[in-house]
């Protein structure tokens, strides 16, 4: 898996039982992007309708395929696993355009037929379009791993995620509805873009420089009248839309702000965004929300979330057994379980998808 925030690929091992229950998570392993061809990634993402060569874009899936191998590899070979032991690899790929209101498509690039191979396994990947086929926005895919493997039947609870875009997966318990969930919008993505623009940094730890600002009031009115916020799911959305263009465009101003206050500002724009979603879908008296993705390692939004959410008891996904940072890669594991033993890996009720689908393509050795 590598999410909005191209900071790496993230591999795991994961074991399922006959009915796809995990077991476990039996080996992890991260590698970052070639500071290069991250660069031309990020680039890639933020302008969807920029110009790019056809033999730069086919350049760009073979690299990232390539790099996909390699973590997979370097998985096994620290986990002295031999590949004859691997049902499946699930490849989500590196998202690079999303689009499910206009012409309803999502592209991820990372060539599945190099992964399988350079690994000698069955590769799943392009998961998010035979949903999109049924009318469905191809995102959010994980709430459907998070039903599966954080459900309490006897109480409801919501589990968000934080990458470079947020969402959230509402676990209606005993009360006998359909799982839901959305994109809430930005987490991490333009905390990531603004310390990168302004001190060369790639993400701000902890949320310390955001703590050293102030929030901007003007700011942060101006970016939630968006009018993603307000609209209603299903939805979802990408760093073609959260952006700094879109920062600056929104707010003129921006340039004539201590850098420290936007920081601050951004992390508040996060915060309120995802507290302004919870507080629309969740059941009244639901008090647990878990939070996974790197988000969950950023103390200010983590005291964030818990102060505008006084009800809620916020926690990561380490209270129900899974590391947070490793919850979206198991979650495309789990979805390629699904695919190959010809099971259904969406939820229509979060996607708006016509029915539920089996997802993705097999890519054979």
């Given at each position: 898996?590598?999410?909005?925030?191209?900071?790496?690929i993230d591999a795991?091992?994961?074991?399922?039982d006959e009915?796809?229950?995990?077991r476990?998570?039996?080996?992890?392993?991260?590698a970052p992007?070639?500071?290069?061809?991250r660069?031309?990634?990020?680039d890639?993402?933020r302008?969807?309708?920029?110009?790019?060569?056809?033999?730069?874009f086919?350049?760009?899936?073979?690299?990232v395929?390539?790099r996909?191998?390699?973590?997979a590899?370097a998985l096994?070979?620290?986990?002295?696993?031999t590949?004859e032991?691997?049902?499946?690899?699930?490849?989500h790929?590196q998202?690079?355009?999303h689009d499910?209101?206009?012409?309803s498509?999502s592209?991820?690039?990372?060539d599945p037929?190099r992964?399988a191979?350079q690994?000698g396994i069955l590769?799943?990947?392009?998961f998010?379009?035979?949903?999109?086929?049924?009318g469905?926005?191809?995102?959010p895919?994980?709430?459907?791993?998070?039903h599966a493997?954080f459900a309490?039947s006897?109480?409801a609870?919501?589990?968000?995620?934080?990458?470079?875009?947020?969402?959230?997966?509402?676990?209606p318990?005993?009360?006998?509805?359909?799982?839901?969930?959305f994109d809430t919008?930005p987490?991490?993505?333009?905390l990531?873009?603004?310390i990168?623009?302004?001190k060369?940094e790639?993400?701000?730890?902890?949320?310390?420089?955001?703590?050293?600002?102030?929030?901007?009031a003007?700011?942060?009115?101006?970016c939630l009248?968006?009018?993603y916020?307000?609209a209603?799911?299903?939805?979802?959305?990408g760093?073609d839309h959260?952006?700094?263009?879109?920062?600056?465009a929104?707010f003129?101003?921006?340039?004539?702000c201590?850098a420290?206050?936007?920081?601050?500002?951004?992390?508040?724009?996060?915060i309120e965004?995802i507290?302004?979603?919870?507080e629309?879908?969740?059941?009244?008296g639901?008090i647990e929300l878990?939070v996974c993705g790197?988000?969950?390692?950023?103390?200010?939004?983590m005291a964030g979330?818990?102060?505008?959410?006084?009800?809620?008891q916020?926690r990561?996904?380490e209270?129900?057994?899974?590391?947070?940072?490793?919850?979206?890669?198991?979650a495309?594991?789990?979805?390629?379980?699904?695919?190959?033993h010809?099971?259904?890996?969406?939820?229509p009720a979060?996607?708006?998808?016509?029915?539920?689908?089996?997802?993705?393509?097999?890519?054979?050795?």
């Amino acid at each position: 898996m590598s999410g909005t925030s191209i900071d790496a690929i993230d591999a795991v091992l994961c074991e399922f039982d006959e009915e796809g229950r995990p077991r476990g998570v039996l080996g992890t392993h991260s590698a970052p992007y070639p500071d290069a061809l991250r660069l031309e990634l990020l680039d890639l993402q933020r302008r969807p309708d920029g110009a790019i060569t056809l033999r730069d874009f086919a350049r760009l899936d073979g690299a990232v395929g390539d790099r996909f191998a390699l973590a997979a590899n370097a998985l096994l070979r620290k986990l002295q696993v031999t590949p004859e032991r691997i049902c499946a690899i699930g490849s989500h790929g590196q998202t690079v355009f999303h689009d499910p209101n206009g012409i309803s498509t999502s592209l991820q690039i990372g060539d599945p037929n190099r992964i399988a191979a350079q690994t000698g396994i069955l590769t799943v990947s392009d998961f998010r379009r035979a949903d999109m086929a049924r009318g469905g926005q191809g995102a959010p895919l994980v709430p459907a791993f998070h039903h599966a493997v954080f459900a309490a039947s006897e109480h409801a609870r919501v589990v968000l995620n934080i990458g470079g875009i947020a969402n959230l997966t509402i676990l209606p318990g005993l009360h006998g509805e359909a799982a839901s969930g959305f994109d809430t919008g930005p987490g991490n993505a333009l905390l990531d873009e603004w310390i990168q623009r302004c001190k060369g940094e790639a993400y701000d730890r902890d949320g310390q420089w955001a703590a050293s600002g102030q929030v901007l009031a003007p700011l942060l009115s101006a970016c939630l009248t968006d009018p993603y916020f307000a609209a209603a799911a299903p939805k979802s959305t990408g760093r073609d839309h959260f952006n700094l263009d879109w920062l600056f465009a929104r707010f003129p101003g921006l340039a004539a702000c201590a850098a420290h206050d936007v920081q601050r500002t951004l992390l508040e724009l996060s915060i309120e965004s995802i507290g302004r979603a919870i507080e629309l879908i969740a059941r009244p008296g639901t008090i647990e929300l878990f939070v996974c993705g790197g988000g969950a390692r950023n103390a200010r939004m983590m005291a964030g979330l818990a102060t505008r959410l006084p009800r809620m008891q916020v926690r990561t996904t380490e209270h129900l057994g899974v590391d947070p940072a490793w919850v979206e890669a198991s979650a495309f594991a789990w979805l390629a379980w699904q695919t190959v033993h010809g099971r259904p890996g969406n939820l229509p009720a979060v996607t708006g998808a016509s029915r539920a689908a089996v997802l993705g393509g097999l890519y054979k050795v």
